[in-house]
Every structure is written in C-alpha cells, then in structure tokens.
C-alpha cells in the first residue's frame, strides 16, 4: 500500500498560475482536491477533482475494494449514469478517490461506507500499481474483504451491484459491459482473490 508522505510545508496547487490564466483551473463549488503523488506515495502537490479529469495526467491515489463472499463470488458494483467516467459500466465494488489529507486506510473506509455503506469489514491489502487511461493517471491501491456481506448500493454513485461468479465476470470481458480498469486488475489478482478463500 502506497503510505502518502505529506510534507510539512504547503504545496504546489495544479494549475500553477500563468500570464495567460491568472487564476489558474477555476474550481467550482463542491470540487474536493486531490493529492499530486510521486509513485513513491510522496505527495508533491494539489489539484480539484475536474482538473485531475481533464486529461493532465497527474498522478493521484485512488482505492479499489474487492467484495469476495464464502462462495468465491465476487461483489460488482454498476456505476451511476452520473459518473463523468464510464458510466453504466459494472466496476470493483468499491473505488474512489483519496481527498487531500487523507490516509489510504481513511479513504476506504470513507467511500466503502459512502458507496455500499459499509462500515464492519476487515481489508487487506493486494498490491499497489499505476493505471494509465485516456484522462487519468492512477497509482492504484487494492484491497479484498471475505466474507457474506449485504452491501446497500447509495443509488447516487452506484446504481446496483450484486455478486458474480468468476465465471460470469470473464465471460463479460472485452464487451463494453466492465470498465477497462476492473477487467485488467481482475487479470492481475484473481489468483490472489481465490487464495483468500
């Protein structure tokens, strides 16, 4: 798990200013930042959420919560149509980013309680990774939990979830119905999920 190393002193915020664009990004009301990290976890800057999005390719932390149950089913959530990314799509059961100032371990738990609410779980951790997309650039950290969970979709940023088999999930691939991002980290752990059973 990548531990974010926050310096004593105030950092940059992304855009930096210019000539052109005194202001820099304008930010508006309700956008969170996000931390800028080295893939070493130190964090070297700040941007908001839209910025992050619009193609800069910073990197930024985010977390992923795989739902495993005593079955070996895996927990899927559908992303809200009112995602800016891939809506529709269905994804890890949990994924979010880490806000400016948080902890890794802070914001699992954060978006595990905001998206599924989920409070009781014991994670433990995978691996970390960079995920490269169109619009973003991600240091990834990825955590699992077993156990038979009833998580309770928000109906905001998850639409509905529910539990697949291994099966059933690599029979969705390469369909436009998984978010290119799940298919690739399910590749990379599934044999680390199943050891957990």
Known sequence: MATLLYP?????TYPLPTAENPMGFPVAEGDSFLPIVEPSGEVTGR??????????KLLHPVVHLHIVNRNGDIYLQKRSMNKDLLPGR???AVGGHVEFGESVPEALFREAGEELGM?????VFIRDYVYESKVELELV????????????PDGDEVEEGRYWSVREIEDCFEKSILTPNFEREFSMIRKELEALL
Not at 8 to 12: A, D, E, I, L, P
Not at 48 to 56: D, T
């Open 141 to 152: 950290n990825v955590f699992a939990c077993v156990g038979n969970f009833t998580p309770k």
């Open 47 to 56: 941007a908001c959420r839209r910025y992050i999005h619009s193609g800069v």
């Open 8 to 12: 004593s002193f105030q950092v940059k």
């Open 90 to 92: 269905w994804d890890t």
């Open 119 to 123: 409070f009781d779980f014991n994670p």
